[in-house]
């Protein structure tokens, strides 16, 4: 068989420009960044030659970037409980209304979505500052004398990284609750469980792989998510990502901006390898 | 009874009115911009104090903000028309060939999408500046692809598992080469598909910022790009305006797509 029909038949003709892209901009990137994590950084000069750990031993032995990166990690957790408590019962009535609105219902969690992210961390600002309409509107209504501090730290991030995640988590728990058959929660009915006993021992067990991928995966764009973050924080409040972003395009400590930033791959490809194993796991029982 | 009906129509009531609610409340961050690109004062107020187009006027006719605009269309049509035909050819021979290793790879295609943008963004930086093509548009516009090719490939290959093989192969039968029987059978099939990969891929590209941040060069920077660091310098109702802007094209955008496609079926 020759090389063009091996290519033909096997499909790799077809993947090929696909493939040599990945290699080209993807993994050979990530590998030419890995050596930098190991080199030493020289002040005025930038990456030095010989090799050592010290990157990853410096940001693990200070106090200011564990924080950092402790704080990363529960706004993810956080954020990931706020947009499945809010967006569980948004999708649940997405999933099952008969409405001929739907489309367009679903349309309203997609605008927001797709509308740049930029975009909708200014309306926030605007929405949380000192002087914002929150602030306004509860001064005016008389709940609160001075105004909250809700911008610039854990609150308005939370906030924001809610607004702009909802979305995601829905779509994904849409897609699992329609996947349940109606009829087993009709038999439940039948058979004589309450509406709460439906819902907590037939539709939420069933739709725990959406919980479980939704989950995952807000909270990996949680870890990850620049834009947001340094809008909503400010240059002093930092998470994982703009730590990164200040050492690479502020600093310019390249080797220690390298060090963190596969700090935050590691936990990222950890929690996804963990996810697809307890999803295997759970396709076997049932 | 009536008590227990009544208990029922409002329990019947609550969800559908909560949802309302929420997706409501999704879009307040979106009103609050556009309501203040409308103020008459030299700061940002909301609610709007008078009413003025003033600002659409000072963004429209700043020169900087068009080339911000034109470079980054420029950009986000070259990459979704590479993404598009790369990521189709890709999707294609994942369904239609038997391809060694084929989950292997398509978990590889979708990779970009779960690796944190930053780090991405960082790795680029760092190759690009020791290959010479650090801040060039071909630099800008292969990161691109990479970014959007996932939407593309996840669109495209949706399409194709749904369309019937045995109609290809008819038209090979009756002649037809495979570039023929490809373009005028299966095509026309995926369509659907394939609008919606391009409009993510589209959406995805014209929008983004944690990547493109990092490669953009001090002369020619993308428009989202261009907000971000003006948000960053301080915030005034230019800012508003010109996200407004953004706003309207979007939502024209999507209600076309949805016409066209039913685009919510694909997200």
Known sequence: MTLGR????????????ALLLLIAVFAAPLLVLLPVSLHPYVPGRGIGTSWTFDNYLAILGDGFRLEIIGRSLSLGIIVVATTLVIGYPLA??????GSRLRPWLIMLVIFPLLLNVVVRSFGWIVLLSNYGLVNELLIGVGLIDRPLKLIFNFTGLLIGLTHIFLP?????????????????????????ASRAAVFLKVTLPLSAP???????????????ALVTPRLLGGPTYQVMSTLIFDEFLKILNWPRGAAMA????????????????????????? | MSAVRLGRGIGGAVLPAYALLVLLLLQVPVVIVMLASLTTTGYLAVPPVGVTLDWYWKVISDASYIDALTFSLTVAVIATLLSLTIG?????????????????????????????AVVVAVALLRYYSLIGLRGTLISLVAAHVLITLPYVVRSVLASIASADAQLEEAARTLGADAWTAFFKVTLPLIRPGLVAGGIFSFIVSFDDVPVSIFLVSVRQTTLPVKIFTAVEHGIDPGIAAISTLLIIATGFFLVVAERWVGFHRFA
């Open chain 1, 6 to 17: 091996w290519l033909n038949r096997s499909g790799f003709g077809l993947l090929s420009p």
């Open chain 1, 92 to 97: 649940y009535f997405l999933a099952r209304t």
């Open chain 1, 168 to 192: 995601f988590m829905v779509l994904v728990l849409i897609g699992t609750i329609q996947g349940i058959p109606r009829d087993l929660e009709d038999a439940a009915r039948t058979m004589g």
């Open chain 1, 210 to 224: 959406g919980v479980l991928s939704g989950g995952i995966l807000v909270f990996v764009l949680t870890i990850s």
């Open chain 1, 262 to 286: 596969f700090i935050l791959t590691t936990i990222v490809l950890l929690l996804i390898w963990v996810s697809g194993r307890l999803s295997r796991r759970w396709t076997v029982v049932r």
């Open chain 2, 88 to 116: 189709t050819a890709a999707a294609y021979a994942l369904i239609r060939r038997k391809v060694p290793g084929s989950e292997a790879i398509a978990t590889l295609l979708m990779a970009p999408l779960v690796f944190p």
